[in-house]
């Protein structure tokens, strides 16, 4: 039989962790099983009514065609006045924003933008599973920097000072932070942009979680930094804050040139992003969320503390309570076990399905990321199951 030759950098590669373990849950379940699903970020709660109104409305009024591949007019305007409302950022909706198919598509036309083969892409270790892949699919070269715990999981500018070389061409961060849940500060982000300019480089800033930042904490956007408006390619999306993770709805912000350039990778790789979902979006982003959102994020607060200060409670457990965010970073170091180990042994065992910290990066060794924002049955549940896990190990 002659099998066809495939690509070294995709048939090397790891499938992703959280949407296979994800993927596996939906298996077990439709074979009758009960499990516990803790895993991928997907929320309990369904798209709010109102925004699934917009979209449904838009379809039987018969907006059911491609779009320009910048996005519609009333989109780009609604993602505009997001960002004048809640970030701080005026952007020009005809040259400063494009809609993507959430924040990984935005990741990946904004490499695409920036590298050529071998050029360097310094990430966070640990950090979203995905950036890794990514950046070896377009032909970069990742460069991890480790995020250690007796830091809180913040950068040094010093760290990345170290990791500089003449290919050095972006930095990608994540705030709120996946999978830590730190909300960097305007501190924190000082580190990085002081770095950014010394050195010429673009920030690509993930933050599909930027809406959601517990207790007294709050998002700052990068680009609102002094010299860094023309250095940052803002990622944002609905995945996430709005539950809307099956619609693929997101917009990148950044300078019109650099817009200009993912635009025209739209119109290349993916034509558009859906005329419907966009017509969800503008009420989603274009006004302030509706009382049905601000009682998802309530609700989630109040799990997310829950859940972890439940979880800090049992023997061998150490879990911190993200800044902001979905999820508990679970430190299992007093267990003796894998990561890996100990979330492929209670999913088989007791039915409960997490991450396991190592596919996060070579840091994550000894966490397990837990996503907290499930029904209250599943998370009193789990509890249960992981803890009559951990006191038989």
Known sequence: MIETILSDRVVLSESSSTVGVADKVKRLRAEGNEVYDFSAGRAFEHSPSYVIDAATNAMKSGDTHQTVGQGTVDYRNACARKLARENGLEANPDTEIVATMGCKQGLVVSLLALLNLGDEVIIEDPCFVSYMPTIHYL??????????????????????????????????????????????????LEQVAKVAIKHNLTVITDEPYERMTWGDHQHVNLATLPGMAERTITLMSLTKSFSMGGWRLGFAHASPRTIEQLTKLQQHLVTCVSSFAQAGGVVAFGEEPREEVLEYWRQWEEKVVHFTT?????????????????????????????????????????????????????????????????SWDEINGGL????????GL
Not at 145 to 164: A, C, D, G, T, Y
Not at 345 to 351: R, T
Not at 384 to 391: A, C, L, S
Request: glycine fraction near 8%; charged fraction near 25%.
């Open 384 to 391: 249960e199951r992981i803890n009559g896990f951990v006191q």
């Open 310 to 374: 439940r979880l800090n409670e049992i023997e061998g457990l150490k879990c911190y309570t993200p800044e902001g965010g979905f999820y508990g970073w679970m430190d299992i170091t007093e267990l003796d076990i894998s990561s890996k180990q100990f979330c492929n042994q209670l999913l088989k065992e007791d039915n409960v399905a997490l991450i396991p910290g190592d596919t996060f990066g070579k840091q994550g060794e000894n966490y397990v990321r837990v996503t907290c924002v499930k």
């Open 139 to 188: 032909g970069g070269v990742p460069v991890p920097v480790p995020l250690f715990s007796e830091n809180n999981f913040r950068w040094k500018s010093e760290q990345l000072e170290e990791v500089i070389s003449d290919k050095t061409r972006a930095i990608i961060m994540c705030t709120p932070h996946n999978p830590t849940g730190v909300v960097h500060t305007t501190e924190d």
